[in-house]
């Protein structure tokens, strides 16, 4: 069989060594649906639907053997915070993804799709949203779903000590309505509201749920059986889900030291699927004979100069960063090729008429950077410690960032820590220069609201500009696309001239499957793919 993507991808080619495919702006991260086998991508038309037939047959063959099927899914990484709110890690966000339920959900082309909630309605003045909940939902201890456990979760993801309060900024309130309604009432237009339920950390709880990240009675498509953080976490597949019991029997979400046991894993047959991987990981998987697939994402690696304190807090020290830094050495030596140039702003080229190249980025010039520096009182350049987490692509832009600055007179001293490390205790929201990842997400707001605002949660750069706080309110509540447009293009521009970041690319997202794995549709943010799809033959 071949490999059967859908229409919107079926010109990429399968990856081979220092190939990769590019997605346009206009149609962004593109779905990709796993066939049975590698090999060349289906044309449109009687071959496809032909296929599709073939995969049908066979996961019919494979129910009617009565033979219990299991698909076990690598992770380079094991999940460490698994309370929702607090949840970041992608293999945190998949296992629970699986077990619990968003109220509305997104897919892989960053389009609104219904979950808990079947439908919506906005009024007409943007400030009232009509949520219809399923009905027949019920928890994993047998209980039904209620509007009040929602309503209580809700009320939990609105705390003001809650990392997701600022999801909810707007919201005056919420009650239930008529009939299985959940009601929002709004005090200021918020166009992005509905992504805002959709947010990772939005999965709706039990009222009064207890052991939160330790405990776990969701309503998604599978039950947690056994959860050993040291190994793996064994899910059944809840027969009585209320969207349709999953395709397999079992699913094992199993935990790796790094991505390279990992790979290995999947090349000896101990697991079936590999998600996020770093890129070199990946290029060693071309023409091995797996199903290869990889998307254009936002997500991006964030490298930030603390800006509320010496020496980040004086904009030419900030300028000498940036022509300090050649973004397509690094592009070409980290991501191997793979994904996007960045711009040094999170509006990344997937997001379409928000994002622009109308601003000059600085050049590179090691020189003028130095002269920078001098001119703001560092004659004999700086010397600084670069925090990153200790993860292959992130070590490798470290190395390359300090040989850079090193010629503007920027001397680096690399400190890799572990996340667990590096986000405990939010250390990294307090060192002076670091590197964070930030993964794929819908919309350019979520990124602007929790990092980049002057009150921002996670304004890990410490940046306070007024006329940046003033355009990410217009792009946020303004419900005029023309003005939305306007408000990201003057963003860009803030950024990019006077801002304490780097944003050198927007990576790929990465899947690695065996042949026997058909139906996963591959998310930009790995963690939010959909294993109840999945199929084994």
Not at 59 to 79: F, H, K, N, R
Not at 393 to 415: F, H, K, S, Y
Request: a negative charge; charged letters at 25%.
């Amino acid at each position: 069989m071949k490999n059967r993507t859908l229409a919107a991808q079926s010109e990429r080619p399968t990856v081979t060594r220092r190939r990769f495919f590019k997605v346009a702006a206009a149609g962004a991260a593109g779905t990709t649906l796993i066939a049975c086998a590698p090999g060349a991508a289906a044309p449109a038309g009687d071959d496809t639907q032909d296929e599709s037939s073939e995969d049908s047959s066979a996961q019919e063959d494979g129910a009617s053997s009565g033979e219990a099927t299991t698909l076990l899914v690598g992770w380079g990484g094991a999940p460490a915070n698994l309370d929702p709110i607090t949840a970041s890690a992608d293999v945190e966000i998949n296992l629970l993804n699986a077990i619990y339920d968003y109220l509305i959900d997104t897919d892989d082309q960053a389009t609104l799709v219904p979950r808990l909630a079947e439908s919506w309605e906005v009024s007409d003045d943007g400030l009232t949203y009509t949520l219809n909940i399923v009905e027949g939902a019920t928890w994993h201890d047998g209980d039904p779903l209620t509007l009040d456990d929602i309503l209580w979760t809700i009320e939990r993801l609105r705390d003001p000590e809650a990392a997701t309060s600022d999801l909810f900024s707007a919201v005056e309130g919420v009650a239930a309505g008529d009939g299985n309604q959940i009601v929002f009432t709004l005090n200021a237009t918020t166009p992005d509201f509905l992504f805002n339920l959709s947010d990772n950390r939005a999965v709706i709880l039990k009222q009064n749920a207890e052991n939160i990240g330790s405990d776990f009675n969701g309503t998604g498509p599978f039950r947690l059986v056994e959860f050993n953080p040291e190994d793996r976490a064994t899910l059944e597949a809840n027969g009585d889900y209320w969207g349709g019991a999953p395709a397999i029997d079992q699913l094992e979400l199993v935990f790796f030291g790094d991505a390279t046991a990992a790979a290995n894993a999947l090349r000896g047959g101990q697991i079936d699927v590999l998600l996020r991987m770093d890129n070199a990981t990946f290029l060693g998987f071309a023409d091995e004979g797996f199903t290869n697939v990889n998307i254009a994402t936002n997500g991006h690696d964030l490298v930030r100069l603390r800006a509320d304190r010496e020496p980040g807090n004086d904009e030419r020290v900030r300028m000498a960063f940036k022509m300090a830094t050649d973004r397509a050495t690094i592009f070409e030596r980290v991501q191997l090729g793979f994904g996007a140039q960045g711009r040094d702003t999170p509006v990344g080229p997937l997001y379409g008429a928000y994002y622009t190249e109308d601003f000059e980025l600085p050049e590179h010039d090691p020189e003028g950077a130095r002269a920078l520096l001098a001119e703001a009182g560092y004659e004999d350049g700086l010397d600084m410690t670069l925090f990153v987490p200790n993860l292959a692509d992130r070590v490798a832009l470290a190395e390359v960032l300090a040989a850079q600055w090193a010629e503007a007179g920027i001397n680096i001293t690399i400190e890799p820590q572990e996340e667990a490390v590096y986000y405990g205790d939010n250390g990294w929201l307090e060192v002076d220069l670091g590197i964070t990842p930030w993964g794929s997400r819908p919309i350019p707001q979520f990124y602007l609201d929790v990092a980049y605002k002057t009150d921002a949660i996670w304004n890990e750069a410490h940046f306070s500009d007024a006329e940046l706080d003033e355009q990410i309110d217009i792009a946020g509540s303004s419900v005029n696309p023309d003005e939305r447009v306007a408000a990201y293009r003057e963003i860009q521009r803030i950024l990019i001239e006077r801002g304490p970041v780097i944003i050198p690319y927007f990576f790929a997202q990465f899947g690695v499957f065996s042949d026997r794995v058909s139906g996963v549709n591959v998310h930009p943010f790995a963690g939010r793919t959909n294993l109840n799809t999945a199929s084994i033959s």
